[in-house]
C-alpha cells in the first residue's frame, strides 16, 4: 500500500515562514491534499489538487508537489495558524484514501 | 450552507454493532460521494470508508474491511456508517466528509465519539 511520510513536528517564530513536507513515492503523479487541524476541531481543507487553496483560506498557504516530495508552505506565519496538518492522496491502486501521519505546527 | 451533523456515537462492548449517522444539509447527497474518517486519541487521521456518488461503489481502509459497511439514504439526506463486531481499536471519533470530484475533502463534521470498551 501507498505510504505518506511527514515529519512530526515543525517550529517556527510567528512571521516567518513554515514548510511540512509529505514524502511518497513518486508522489508528484498524484494529486496532493492539505488539512488542517486545529485542537479539539474537525479538520479542515487547506490545499486541494497539489496547489489550490479553497476561497476561504488566506493566501499565506501553498502547495507544491515534485518528485518524491510535496510541501505546504506558510507565510508570515500566526498564533492561529498552530495546528496539526495532514497531507492527502487517493491511491488508484488499492482504491483508498492515505493520509500521512501529520506534522504538528508550533508558533514559538 | 453546507453542514455534516454526525450522531450515534458512544459506548459500546467489543464483539457489538453500532450505527453512526452523517445528516448533511446544503448539498444533496445523491450526487456526491461520501467519505468516513476516524481519529484514534491522541492519533492521525485514518480513512474509514467511501460511497461514491453513484451510490454503488463502496471502498474501505483495510482495517475495517468486512466489518464496517457504507450507505446512504438519499431520501434523508444522510450516510451511515454500520460497524459490527467491534474492537478496542476501533475507539475513537468518526468524522463524515464530502467528497469533491472522487478528489479530496472539502467539508468535515464535527464528528462522533466510538469508545469500544468492556
Known amino acids: 500500500s501507498y505510504v505518506l511520510t511527514q515529519p512530526p513536528s515543525v517550529s517556527v517564530a510567528p512571521g516567518q515562514t513554515a514548510r511540512m513536507t509529505c514524502r511518497g513515492n513518486?508522489?508528484?503523479?498524484?494529486?496532493v491534499h492539505w488539512y488542517q487541524q486545529r485542537p479539539g476541531q474537525a479538520p479542515v481543507l487547506v490545499v486541494f489538487d497539489d496547489g489550490d487553496r479553497p476561497s476561504v483560506i488566506p493566501d499565506r498557504f501553498a502547495g507544491s508537489n515534485s518528485g518524491n516530495t510535496a510541501t505546504l508552505t506558510i507565510s508570515r506565519v500566526e498564533v492561529g495558524d498552530e495546528a496539526d496538518y495532514y497531507c492527502e492522496v487517493w491511491d488508484a491502486t488499492t482504491d483508498q484514501v492515505v493520509f500521512g501521519g501529520g506534522t504538528k505546527l508550533t508558533v514559538l | 450552507q453546507v453542514q455534516l451533523v454526525e450522531s450515534g456515537g458512544g459506548a459500546v462492548q467489543p464483539g457489538k454493532s453500532l450505527r453512526l449517522s452523517c445528516v448533511v444539509s446544503?448539498?444533496?447527497?445523491?450526487?456526491?460521494?461520501m467519505h468516513w474518517v476516524r481519529q484514534a486519541p491522541g492519533k492521525g487521521l485514518e480513512w474509514v470508508a467511501v460511497l461514491w456518488y453513484d451510490g454503488r461503489s463502496k471502498y474501505y481502509g483495510e482495517s475495517v474491511k468486512g466489518r464496517f459497511t457504507i450507505s446512504r439514504d438519499e431520501s434523508k439526506n444522510t450516510s451511515y456508517l454500520e460497524m459490527k463486531n467491534v474492537r478496542p481499536e476501533d475507539t475513537g471519533v468518526y468524522y463524515c466528509?464530502?467528497?469533491?470530484?472522487?478528489?479530496?475533502?472539502?467539508?468535515w463534521g464535527q464528528g462522533t465519539p466510538v469508545t469500544v470498551s468492556s
Open positions: 446544503g448539498f444533496d447527497i445523491g450526487i456526491y460521494g
Open positions: 513518486k508522489i508528484e503523479s498524484k494529486s
Open positions: 466528509a464530502r467528497d469533491q470530484d472522487g478528489d479530496y475533502l472539502d467539508y
